[in-house]
């Protein structure tokens, strides 16, 4: 089999990518390792900067997040009982739109199978080989047949466990990551939000905020210790958490029935290329950031739009774009890297700090630190325009 551009994962950015190719002409195949339902059942992420909703709407895939994505001119900051308002459109005048994941991938493959995209599900041992040479293959097998694709490139859009960043060579390769000794336990509740804007919240018990997928569904974060086990957190004691440390007076969290709960450990990551000969990385494959600032969604849309104009350039006759993807990408990623830790240090409590007055300390200085960026309009414009999305 011969393709011009292999996509692995079929994720957000290999869907993306895909769409790209797709409206340019450009053949492509994108093998995923997970089923289609389960590529489908995935949760995740729910804020789209401005820039990365005008890309998917360039591409024509806007219809669904125009008619249910719930658009945000801000968000409050929250902390010792004060609720403060952010207002982006105001600072900055843009804005984020709260549309799931889930629903913009359902959007895209549904848009794929209608062109009758090549997309390869169930596809085991996906393993590229002879990218830096000038016929890279990827083997794959499916349903006990072994297969190989044959590509001009090879682009890794399999997220943080996929096999493509391995692949890269070791002597190119310098890594540089952090991990946070705290996870997010979420939830999906059936129960109109009781917010406008999204609610991120510094409490002495931990962070907590209130997000949206719906008009009638809540999206509810928890901070809990790096190893909590999701047995040991009832729907009981996740509402008990949830307004206790969302709590102010005058102000109401609506419970409702809990569907779905799970624990996500938080981590920065950032890989030192993004390429190497005709292999590409894109989105989580390449980086990650934990999820306070909104941005692995967006920063996996931002290196697709980058990687894909590079792609149809280099068809074109300018090989420049794509010998420069990788430093333009990782440029920019090391700003969103910058906000993220910067977002979560700032709401997020160190329980595991042992000595009392060094974690009162800390947690003082973060009140400090809000009560500057709440009162500071160059502060507040600082955090609207990272939030609301640095340029592509
Ligand atoms: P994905 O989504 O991980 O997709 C990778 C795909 O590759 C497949 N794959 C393979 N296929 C073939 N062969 C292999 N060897 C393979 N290995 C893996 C996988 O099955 C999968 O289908 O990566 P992608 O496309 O780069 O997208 C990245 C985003 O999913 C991720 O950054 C966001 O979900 C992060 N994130 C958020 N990002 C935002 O921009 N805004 C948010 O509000 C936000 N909230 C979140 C988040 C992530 C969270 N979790 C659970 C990690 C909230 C949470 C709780
Ligand atoms: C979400 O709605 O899932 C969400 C929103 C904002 C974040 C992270 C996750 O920072």
């Known amino acids: 089999m011969q393709t011009s551009v292999a996509i692995i994962g079929a994720g957000p950015a290999g869907l993306l990518l895909g769409h790209i190719?797709?409206?340019?002409?450009?053949p492509f195949v994108i093998l995923e390792r997970s089923s289609r339902e389960h590529v489908l059942g995935r949760i995740r992420a729910g804020v789209l900067e401005q820039g990365s909703v005008d890309i998917v709407a360039s591409l024509g895939l806007d219809a669904n997040l125009r008619?249910?994505?719930?658009?945000?001119?801000?968000?409050?900051?929250?902390?010792?009982?004060?609720?403060?308002?952010?207002?982006?459109?105001e600072l900055v005048g843009r804005t984020v739109t709260v549309y799931g994941q889930?629903?913009?991938?359902?959007?895209?493959?549904?848009?794929?199978?209608?062109?009758?995209?090549?997309?390869?599900?169930?596809?085991?041992?996906?393993?590229?080989?002879?990218?830096d040479g000038a016929d890279p293959v990827v083997g794959y097998t499916r349903d006990g047949i072994r297969h190989e694709l044959h590509s001009d490139f090879v682009v890794g859009a399999d997220g943080y466990h996929g096999i493509c960043r391995p692949s890269l060579p070791s002597r190119s390769l310098t890594t540089y990551e952090r991990s946070y000794p705290f996870a997010w336990l979420g939830i999906l509740a059936d129960v109109a939000p009781s917010t406008d804007d999204l609610i991120y919240a510094l409490h002495p018990d931990g962070f907590a905020m209130h997000s949206m997928r719906s008009r009638r569904v809540s999206r509810l974060y928890l901070q809990v210790e790096p190893d909590a086990s999701i047995d040991d957190w009832s729907d009981e004691r996740i509402w008990d958490g949830l307004q206790t440390r969302l709590g102010v007076d005058g102000w109401t969290l609506e419970q409702g029935p809990?569907?779905?709960?799970?624990?996500?450990?938080?981590?920065?990551?950032?890989?030192?290329?993004?390429?190497?000969?005709?292999?590409?990385l894109v989105g989580d494959a390449g980086h990650i950031v934990p999820p306070t600032g909104a941005k692995g969604l967006n920063s996996?849309?931002?290196?697709?739009?980058?990687?894909?104009?590079?792609?149809?350039?280099?068809?074109?006759?300018?090989?420049?774009?794509?010998a420069?993807?990788?430093?333009?990408?990782?440029?920019?990623?090391?700003?969103?890297?910058?906000?993220?830790?910067?977002?979560?240090?700032?709401?997020?409590?160190?329980?595991?700090?042992?000595?009392?007055?060094?974690?009162?300390?800390?947690?003082?200085s973060q009140v400090?630190?809000?009560?500057?960026?709440?009162?500071s309009q160059h502060a507040m414009a600082s955090l609207a325009e990272q939030y609301a999305g640095l340029p592509f």
């Open 21 to 26: 190719l797709a409206q340019a002409g450009v």
């Open 67 to 89: 008619e249910r994505g719930l658009e945000h001119g801000g968000i409050h900051l929250q902390y010792e009982g004060e609720r403060r308002h952010v207002d982006f459109r």
């Open 102 to 131: 889930q629903a913009l991938v359902t959007d895209m493959l549904a848009e794929h199978e209608r062109l009758g995209s090549d997309i390869v599900f169930d596809a085991s041992d996906v393993s590229p080989r002879g990218t």
């Open 258 to 280: 809990i569907t779905e709960k799970s624990i996500t450990p938080m981590r920065s990551f950032v890989t030192s290329t993004l390429s190497s000969g005709r292999l590409f």
């Open 300 to 322: 996996a849309i931002a290196d697709v739009a980058l990687l894909g104009r590079a792609l149809l350039e280099q068809r074109a006759g300018d090989d420049a774009p794509l």
């Open 324 to 364: 420069s993807y990788s430093d333009q990408a990782l440029a920019r990623q090391w700003q969103v890297q910058h906000f993220s830790q910067w977002m979560t240090e700032m709401l997020h409590v160190h329980h595991e700090v042992p000595d009392a007055a060094a974690r009162a300390f800390r947690y003082r």
């Open 368 to 375: 400090g630190q809000l009560e500057y960026v709440t009162g």
